[in-house]
Every structure is written in structure tokens, then in C-alpha cells.
């Protein structure tokens, strides 16, 4: 018998799933779904992305709802648009052999018109990214009286976006005797307050132990210079022939540069980020999904909600800035029962954030050398001879060509067109790779010499500055409600400075150091002249110690008050027309001093 019979779907669904390819359930599946047909219950399922979550869902769900009714019975609030449009798809395969199921995706970045004209119409299931449900919602566009179920999936994500609000509006307009079922990777004391403040009693699943990661995903680091981190990044690619993956940058113009780089330097590459456009952002995803793409450069809040199967490796690019999110990008590979490896580029300082992730994900990372020029050029070597042999040959139109192709090539032994073809590609490696360097950084080595730094010259902060950057002060801090991510917009918004000119921010009560480019530190200056926050000028100066041939220098003056109130910046759908995204930098916000200017989200 179909073990999802025996848990007590029916046939139609279970037929339906079988064409999928579902075969026997997942952990997740095999111990929510029994729970959740009853539905008694509130429900708080803890699992990793990549597990079956949508299923365990949504086959209860095709169970519970009265189809012959045309009014909303069930809503699903995910985090993206991407993972909306997916799990709406996928209820509609479940659903293929039930008559007169209606689902809807409603998301921003699509026509708001079309969504509306489908809720009119009749839908039993709606999905939903929270910005735009709640524009649906403030139009009184759609009754939620009848709603049984509010599934919460990736909850950690939304209340990351900076949904919060968002899901409180929502929830206030659905019925108090609903049952929710709430969806999570890891469970933040914000989530716990979700399931406090909206449900009575919920049956809690843990699958694994909260907050690990897959336990089919290998965990590596690579410990290299910051100057060799593009260079040691495609030696691994070009050590792996075969690789699929997802490249994950810290901001958005990192991401841009590095999936620039790649496709100059003839990579199948394109970056994934909030400046696109949802169509540019379709046909991107469509690209690397048929894998017409090998390397998909994202950040993490444009990769939340990407389903694509047989990814390979993640390669952590820049490490996230909050140690929690290492385990939402790993969680892109290794889906489905399939194992996969999520790899970083880090650097000595980065050590500590390793054994961070390491107790968040109760696995340790295997310290991993950057291949050598000859080990490449090995591997891509035989990468080319397994893609000779195992070429697809079509007797029936290359035959026409044989008798021209041997009359060339007749002059030739077989050990010479074996060596021609075989070099066509790999003599490219070998000059390239020609006297390679050695990228590898022995730790104890780089120690003493960040020790030999900061004996050199301490800061206030402590610390001294990176090699090739200059330690900056300024006076906004915590206090002032920024976090790193909002300083770094910040300051590269007032500066005109790319992301990747800037270094480490070690963020303060109420100021911040923060490293820039040597190059750049002039243009710091400049920009900040004549800023100033919350009334208040504010000042940059060189700090002691951050570097040794610049003198101490500053512009700007006033007292370090601590000013609070500003717009947090958060980009919504009501706000923005159609985006998705929490708290970012977009085209009409305004600045920090309160002046209205332009700006770009660093996402």
C-alpha cells in the first residue's frame, strides 16, 4: 500500500503526487501530516528548507477545505514572491485529479488587477506574500470570515524581512477560532512570540534539533587573503567541471560585480538581486533553473524562497552578517533527500564567525585548501575527456560529414586527435594557471601577524585596521537605530562608494568604526560634509591607529546626542509598488537627515 495512503490521503492526491515523483514521505511529512488531518490543532513544525515543508502542508490542507464552496477557507503567507508563485504551483499539482479547486498567488511585482480579477471570481486557497496580501486587504478586496487555516511558512524569514506588522494586520483579520499552522527552519524568540500571541496550545514537531542544518550537507571553509578571495573563488569552480550553484554576496553591488567578473572571464553566470525587475528577475530565474546557468550571485534576501533542485554547492562569497542566516543559505542544496556542499571564502578574522555557526548547526566545517594551478588543470582535463566519451552521437546527420572529417584529419594518428581534442579546452586552463601562486593562509601564521598589527597601533575600538583599508569613527551607532546593514547603506550612499569598498563595521552604542578602502577614504570625507542626522552634524574622523601615515582628521562637529526617530527604510509593497522586500534602501526614501534624495537598495 502507498504510504501516504496509510496516512490518510486520498487516492486522487496520492495519484497525483506519485506522478511528481513522490515515493515515500519525508520525515517532516510523515510525522505533520497525521497531526494536522485532524485539524484540532494550532501546529508548530520545525524543519530545514529542502524537506518536503510544502507538502506537509498542503496535502492536509486538500483533505480539509469544502471545495464546492468559492469563498477563501485557507491562507498561506510565505516570505518572497518566488516561493509564493512555487508553492502555489505545487498545491495545484496535489490538487490535479479534485474538481473545482481554486488557488491564488498574491505577490507583488505582478499586475495587482489580474490577482483581484481571480479573487473575484473564487478561490478556496490564497498564498501570499505579506505586503501585498495586506494592500488586498486595505482595499477590502477579499473576506477572510471563513478562513479555517492561516499556514506561517518560513516564518523566521518574514519576521527577518521585517514582516512583523505586516502578519499582525493579516492575522487581525482572520477568525479567532482558525487554526494556525506555523513553519519555521529555526525558532527566534520572535517566532516563539507568533505562536504565543496566536495560538492556543499548538502541537510543537521538531524534525532534527532546532536551528541545525541538513544533515546531507558538507560544511567547508577556505582560509585566504581578502585580495585572493576572486581568484582562490574560481579556482574551486574550476576544480569543480560539474557545479551548480548559488553565490551568496553581502550586498547587492557585490553581487553585481562579482557576476560581471564571472561573465568576462567566460563563466555561465548572472547575478539575482532587488534592483531587478520581476520580469528581469523571471527570466533569470528561468535561465537557472534549465540550467543555462552554472552560477546563480544572489543576496540574501533575493535568494529567500528559491527552489531549484540538484544545487550542488553554496558558496558563501562574503559570510552573512547575521550568523543565523548561514543556515537559510545552505539550505538552498541538499534539497529532497539529496546531498550537496556549502562552502566559504573567509579570511582570519572570519575564524570566530565559523565556530559561531558551528554550535548554531551542531556540525563542524572541514578546513578545505584551495586547489593548485596543476590540480585544476587536472580536473578540468578529465572533465573533458568524460564529456568525449559520454557525448550523445547522432549517426544519422553526422555520417554525411564522416567521410570529410577523416579525409582532414588522415594526416593524424589516433594519440594526436585524441591530444588535439582533449586540448582544445585545457589549454586555456594551462595558461592561465601557468606558475599559479599558492592562495592558502596558514592561520597561525596570519595570527601573529594581525597580533604584530595591533601592537602596532590600537584604535579606540581596539583594533587596528585591515591591510589596505583605513579604520574610520563616526558618531551614529545602535542608539541611533542602525544595524550593519543600514550603516553600510549609509555610508555608501552619502559617500558614493561601492559596497565592497567597505570592510568591517563594528557598530557601537553610540558610534561606529568602520574600514574603507585606502583608495576611497577621501571620497568618505567629501560626502560627509555637509550631512547631518536628526539635526545633528555628523562627523567622520580617521581613528587612532587605523592608519599610521594618514593623520588623525575629521569634518563635521556637534555633540553625540542620541537622536532615534528615522524612517527604518522598510520597503514594502503598499509603499513601494510591488516589492517584497523588508527593511532596504529604495528609489524614494529619504535620507537619514531627512532630505529627500536617490538611492538604490543595497539589496
Not at 511529512?29 to 507538502?55: M, R, S, Y
Not at 566559504?344 to 551542531?362: A, D, T
Amino acid at each position: 500500500m502507498n504510504p501516504f495512503l496509510e496516512l490518510g490521503i486520498r487516492h486522487e492526491v496520492v495519484n497525483a503526487i506519485t506522478e511528481l515523483g513522490f515515493e515515500k514521505p519525508s520525515p517532516i511529512q510523515e510525522k505533520a501530516i497525521p497531526v494536522l488531518l485532524t485539524g484540532n490543532d494550532d501546529f508548530v513544525g520545525l524543519a530545514q528548507t529542502g524537506t518536503g515543508k510544502t507538502a506537509a502542508f498542503g496535502l492536509p490542507l486538500l483533505e480539509q477545505l469544502d471545495f464546492s464552496q468559492r469563498h477563501p477557507q485557507a491562507l498561506v503567507l510565505c516570505p518572497t514572491r518566488e516561493l509564493c508563485l512555487q508553492i502555489a504551483k505545487d498545491l495545484e499539482k496535489y490538487a490535479k485529479y479534485i474538481d473545482d479547486v481554486h488557488v491564488v498567488a498574491v505577490y507583488g511585482g505582478a499586475n495587482i488587477s489580474d490577482q483581484l480579477r481571480q479573487i473575484r471570481r473564487g478561490v478556496q486557497i490564497v498564498v501570499a506574500t505579506p505586503g501585498r496580501m495586506l494592500d488586498i486587504i486595505n482595499r477590502k478586496a477579499i473576506d477572510f470570515s471563513d478562513v479555517r487555516y492561516v499556514v506561517l511558512d518560513e516564518a523566521d524569514e518574514m519576521l527577518n524581512m521585517g514582516f512583523q506588522e505586516d502578519i499582525n494586520s493579516i492575522l487581525s483579520e482572520t477568525p479567532d477560532d482558525k487554526k494556525t499552522w506555523l513553519f519555521s527552519a529555526t525558532m527566534p524568540k520572535e517566532v516563539r512570540r507568533i505562536a504565543q500571541n496566536y495560538m492556543t496550545n499548538p502541537f510543537e514537531l521538531t524534525v532534527g534539533t532546532k536551528n541545525t542544518g541538513n544533515v546531507n550537507i558538507e560544511h567547508q571553509y577556505y582560509l585566504i587573503k581578502a585580495r585572493d578571495k576572486y581568484a582562490a573563488f574560481k579556482r574551486i569552480v574550476d576544480s569543480n567541471p560539474d557545479i551548480f550553484g548559488i553565490v551568496f554576496c553581502r550586498t547587492k553591488i557585490e553581487t553585481q560585480d562579482i557576476a560581471e567578473a564571472l561573465i568576462k572571464d567566460g563563466y555561465n553566470a548572472d547575478s539575482l538581486h532587488g534592483d531587478l525587475s520581476q520580469q528581469q528577475r523571471d527570466k533569470v530565474m528561468k535561465r537557472y533553473r534549465e540550467r543555462n546557468l552554472q552560477l546563480l550571485v544572489a543576496t540574501d534576501v533575493a535568494a529567500r524562497g528559491i527552489d531549484v533542485n540538484n544545487v550542488t554547492h553554496v558558496i558563501n562569497y562574503s559570510l552573512p552578517d547575521e550568523v543565523e542566516n548561514y543556515t537559510h543559505r545552505s539550505g538552498r542544496t541538499a534539497r529532497a533527500g539529496k546531498t550537496g556542499v556549502s562552502l566559504s571564502l573567509i579570511n582570519v578574522k572570519e575564524l570566530g564567525k565559523i565556530r559561531r555557526i558551528e554550535k548554531i548547526i551542531g556540525k563542524p566545517f572541514e578546513k578545505k585548501l584551495v586547489p593548485q594551478g596543476t590540480e585544476v588543470c587536472e580536473k578540468q582535463l578529465f572533465a573533458i575527456v568524460n564529456k568525449i566519451h559520454n557525448v550523445a552521437v547522432n549517426d544519422e546527420q553526422i555520417d554525411q560529414y564522416m567521410p570529410a572529417i577523416v579525409e582532414s584529419l588522415q594526416d593524424l594518428s589516433k594519440e594526436d586527435i585524441i591530444k588535439r581534442f582533449a586540448s582544445l579546452e585545457f589549454n586555456r586552463f594551462l595558461d592561465y594557471y601557468k606558475n599559479a601562486p599558492d592562495l592558502n593562509v596558514d592561520a597561525r601564521e596570519s595570527g601573529r601577524g594581525e597580533r604584530d598589527r595591533e601592537d602596532r597601533g590600537r584604535d579606540r575600538g581596539g583594533r587596528s585596521a585591515s591591510n589596505g583599508y583605513t579604520r574610520l569613527f563616526i558618531n551614529l551607532g545602535a542608539v541611533d537605530e542602525f544595524s550593519r546593514g543600514d550603516m553600510l547603506g549609509f555610508i555608501c550612499n552619502n559617500a558614493n562608494i561601492p559596497g565592497k569598498s567597505v570592510g568591517k563595521i563594528d557598530m557601537k552604542g553610540v558610534f561606529t568604526f568602520f574600514e574603507v578602502q585606502d583608495h576611497d577614504v577621501d571620497k568618505v570625507f567629501q560626502g560627509f560634509k555637509a550631512v547631518d542626522f536628526n539635526g545633528r552634524q555628523v562627523r567622520i574622523e580617521v581613528s587612532e591607529g587605523g592608519r599610521s601615515d594618514r593623520g588623525r582628521r575629521s569634518f563635521g562637529g556637534g555633540d553625540r546626542d542620541r537622536g532615534r526617530s528615522r524612517d527604518s527604510g522598510r520597503d514594502r509593497d503598499r509603499r513601494s509598488g510591488g516589492s517584497d522586500r523588508g527593511r532596504s534602501y529604495n528609489k524614494d526614501f529619504r535620507d537619514f537627515s531627512g532630505k529627500r534624495r536617490e538611492s538604490k537598495s543595497r539589496y
